[in-house]
């Protein structure tokens, strides 16, 4: 190397060397100081990210397991309220006994009704301040509404824990619990289990070309704010179409079930689109129900506000929806059962089968609709809600606030709002109908306030070989015939009880019980919702019981023993949420646990090798500081040259 003082190029290069390992000495150092391989996205971006994400999921889960545990302590505390309950009965009933024997005189009785009436005094103190942190819990603010209570004394246990997100493509489910539709899906889900809770992973999203089947029979299956329809399509719901088929068979519901017994939940809004969509594999689609009763079905709304549609879309010209959004496939012989109830809306059409009950040509048993604020039914040539063009059906049943019943402007229809086709010999049993407010109109003929029509050849609003019993007022305003109305799945109807934005405005009296909620998962839909009922004297039946005269000590040993049943019911359900929540907290910790393990995995530094590396940089460092003062004592031997 020539002999230059300008540039001196050696300690230029060692200057380079040196700071490359004064950084890598700095990251060792910050890796063995904080224990951790990736301090930053810069150490590595994808492990940082999912590690990252890792972290999120268990800071969630603990925090659910903080919940659960809380909830579980709150729920013991109204437990320990109702068993003082309990105990206080217990001795009511005793004294009601005692004053119930007529070797004691008036003077006796009085003075046991004394004791009685301290002991009323006592529950009703411990129902209106028993709480938790403040939370008042035996005062009936967390109370039930009537169908959620109806739901449970069916003995349906909804699904809880941890959220298994399923893959891709068809898949098959053979252990109880909650799963998960990832963005995207297609493919037939078929569950071998009890009791399964399918939700979706973006509630706005609509899943083309899915298919559910549940091989059990007695299947407990939960829908929670799912949008499905059987084909491929757009993202279009009135337009949903396309080429995807999930079997490419004749058996393509959304959702089926077999056997007898079984329970579909709906919880927060599930749409459900079938028929044949606009695409070209009409012809399979057509002739399917949305949701297949199989042997007996019973439908529940979960929640105070669950809203299920089902819609049999019609394609067009020449495709012709056949069989029932809710019940039989077209041409299918059945004597199943169907019941819906506690839903806040039902809204259901097909265009030759049974919106709800039996689809074109086929047969089914009863219909039974209760609870329900509002129906939304609509057809062609077949029936709202009873048996479709030729088919046949048993009783139908029907109580909701508001009912709305519609039939389609085709010149050859004659479909029915409610009972059976007039078309090809169709036949339904009695039908009985309990509403505020009824709207049935047809093509032609006007449902006028007070009356139904019923004509075979311009469509009917009831028709059936059973008679009808309506108690209920119909309406049609302006007494408008069917062809004022354009859109057959938009029901235009105004019955002074909605506001400007068409928001349903309620009566005197309405309200709405949604219970506690204990969120106890990572997504917004995982939470278990607890109801305790009011435990006061009133609501037990017994802040008017007396122990004189003879006859009425006897009565209140009746009184007694319906509060003490009922007490022991909200007290066994107590019960019943803490064993939840328990084994809810167990499978957290699994998961937590798990989710730890991974996150370490990625995350954290071995530090064997990690001193080591900084061992080395430490050394290299030390080295490249000592060759730099050597290269810069190189310039210095130019200076022999001009003292020579």
Known sequence: MSMVIKNNMAAQLVLGE?????????????????GMRYISAQDGASEYSISEKMRVRLRGLNQDIVNSQTGA???????????????????MKALAINAANDHNSDVDRQIIQKEQDSRLAVINEIAATTNYNGRLLLNGSLRQPAEAME?????????????????TGDYTISQDG???????????ITINA?????????STDIHYGVAIECTQPGANLWLDDVKITNAGGTTDLSEAHGLYDVTGQKNNNIVKFTGTGNHLSIRNEVILLGGDNGDENYSIRDYVAIIHAGGGLAIHGADEDSKLSAIMMDGGSGRNTRAAAIGTDASEKSNANLEISGLSYLEAWSEWGAAIGAGAGSSFGNITIKNVDEIRVGTCHGAGVGAGWGASCGNIAISAHKIYGKITTDSNGRGVSIGHSTLDGASSGTVAITANYIFL??????????????????GATIWTDGGATVNGEAFNLDGRSYSSYTNRYVYEYDDGTVDENGVYLGEAGDEEYPGLIIHTGTKANENLRIFINSMDTDTMGISDIQMDPLERA???????????EYSLNE?????????????????????SESTQASESVIRDANMAKEITAYTKNNVLTQSAQAMLAQANQNSSSVLSLLQG
């Open 18 to 34: 040196l700071n490359k390992n004064n950084k890598d000495l700095s990251k060792s150092l910050a890796k063995v100081s904080s």
């Open 73 to 91: 302590n709150l729920v013991r505390t109204a437990e320990g309220g109702i068993q003082e309950i309990i105990d206080n009965l217990r001795e």
């Open 151 to 167: 739901n449970e004394v069916g003995g349906i246990t909804e699904p809880t824990g941890v959220t298994v997100m399923m893959t």
């Open 178 to 188: 909650v799963y998960m539709m990832p963005q995207n899906y297609k493919g037939r």
């Open 194 to 202: 009890a009791n399964v809770k399918i939700v979706q992973e973006n």
């Open 441 to 458: 109109a047809t093509k032609e003929a006007t449902a006028s306030k007070g009356s139904f029509s019923a004509g075979n050849c311009s």
């Open 554 to 564: 006897l009565e209140a040993l009746s009184k007694l023993d319906d509060a003490l």
């Open 571 to 591: 007290n066994t359900r107590m019960g019943a949420y803490q064993t939840r929540l328990s084994f809810v907290i167990d499978n957290l910790t699994v998961a």
